[in-house]
């Protein structure tokens, strides 16, 4: 697991957009798992959506697809979740995390799998969405 640092959090109305970033402390990135997760109050954290730092490949939760877009800078160690069309229910803190992987088609199961985890996250980023 790397050291992460989430950012980019805030209160819009619904409808709206905004960008997180993921900057994780690694002298490079490849092949690893990068990815968003949420906990809204009262909920458990869930999986978002992941990026294979190797090969770009995506994947994301159904409840933000058409939405949500992750991305990476490679360069910066730097991952992305540009949100838009936000929704009431997307309000939650949200959290980054990245493991090394040797195949993106472990990435899913990873998403689902970290979600579990009660320790080594971050201090997160809140979105809260107006209605």
């Known amino acids: 697991q790397v050291p992460v640092v989430e950012s980019g959090g805030g209160s819009v109305q619904a409808g709206g957009s905004l960008r997180l970033s993921c900057k994780a402390s690694a002298y490079r990135l490849d092949n690893y798992c990068m990815g968003w997760f949420r906990q809204a109050p009262d909920k458990e954290r869930e999986g978002v959506a992941v990026?294979?730092?190797?090969?770009?490949?995506?994947t994301y939760a159904d409840s933000v697809k058409g939405r949500f877009t992750i991305s990476q800078d490679n360069a910066k160690n730097t991952a992305y979740l540009q949100m838009s069309s936000l929704k009431p229910e997307d309000t939650a803190m949200y959290y980054c995390?990245?493991?090394?992987?040797?195949?993106?088609?472990?990435?899913?199961?990873?998403?689902?799998?970290?979600?579990?985890?009660?320790?080594?996250w971050g201090q997160g980023t809140q979105v809260t969405v107006s209605s």
């Open positions: 995390a990245a493991d090394q992987a040797t195949s993106p088609l472990l990435c899913s199961g990873w998403l689902r799998g970290r979600a579990n985890d009660e320790k080594d």
């Open positions: 990026i294979y730092s190797g090969t770009g490949t995506t």
